[in-house]
């Protein structure tokens, strides 16, 4: 799906929105939020009348989110500490791509979700050249990001989650959506992101050289903001 934008307006929120009304439709009373950051999904569910809580791995930062009036709990989305059949839904917005066992964590969450799991993440697609581009950038700043110890994957393509359902002995209900609105980005805002990502570790050579082929492919071709995929993977007849 494609539309014109602003230049100023970045289509995340867009992507977040679309997400929001799928999980509406499927009509859940109660939902876990996977890495719920700050709660702000946790939040809007709770003000539509829907019981939700937000995981998240570290005890400091759901002592935080419980202090701001967010329900949270600690945990990983590998290892969910709930019973099964715990809650209607379990979701992840925009934390796939951070998951140490993408598999792993799927059959959590069709174990602890009766109706299943809902998945929004990042997405590139690579058949426009900007979105090429734009995936490149995405995998420097990631090989950056893992030096200094964060999980911190490549984007997962449709095949990629289908093949971590795989050894799921159940039937299932799966369906994928995938969303593009065309956002430019300019080189001068992936130059500042790219100089601050180098800032977090030491000289690298390679890096810097890289980074320079990149903003002369920005320059030349374009490169527009990261697209989205809307992983729906439900119990079948639940």
């Known amino acids: 799906m494609r539309r014109s934008v602003t230049m100023s307006e970045r289509p995340q929120a ?14 859940p009373k109660s939902v876990l939020d996977i890495g719920c950051g700050d709660g702000a999904l946790v939040t809007r569910l709770k003000a539509d009348g829907i019981e939700a809580t937000g ?15 967010v329900e949270a709990i600690q945990g990983v989305a590998e290892s969910l500490p709930l019973d099964d059949r715990a809650v209607d839904l379990v979701v992840h917005e925009f934390t796939a791509h951070h998951l140490a ?38 995998r420097w700043c990631k090989v950056i990001d893992r030096r200094y110890g964060m999980v911190h994957n490549d984007n997962i393509s449709a095949g990629a989650f289908l ?32 100089q601050d990502q180098l800032g977090l570790i030491p000289a690298d ?16 071709i374009g490169c527009t903001d ?6 729906s993977v439900l119990h079948a007849g639940r």
């Open 226 to 231: 990261d697209s989205a995929i809307i992983v």
């Open 55 to 69: 995981l998240e791995p570290d005890a400091e930062t759901v002592a935080e989110l419980k202090e701001a009036g």
């Open 14 to 27: 867009h992507y977040r929105e679309r997400f929001y009304q799928r999980i509406l439709a499927l009509k």
């Open 163 to 194: 093949d971590a359902l795989s050894p799921w002995d159940g039937e299932l209900d799966v369906a994928v959506d995938h969303h593009f609105i065309p956002h430019p980005l300019g080189p001068d805002e992936l130059q500042t992101i790219g």
């Open 205 to 220: 050579g390679a890096l810097i050289g890289e980074l320079a082929e990149i903003l002369d492919e920005a320059r030349s």
């Open 101 to 138: 066992d993408l598999s792993g964590s799927f059959f959590e969450g069709l174990r602890v979700g009766r109706h299943g799991v809902l998945v929004l993440d990042m997405w590139y697609d690579e058949s426009i050249p900007s979105q090429r581009i734009a995936r490149r950038f995405d």
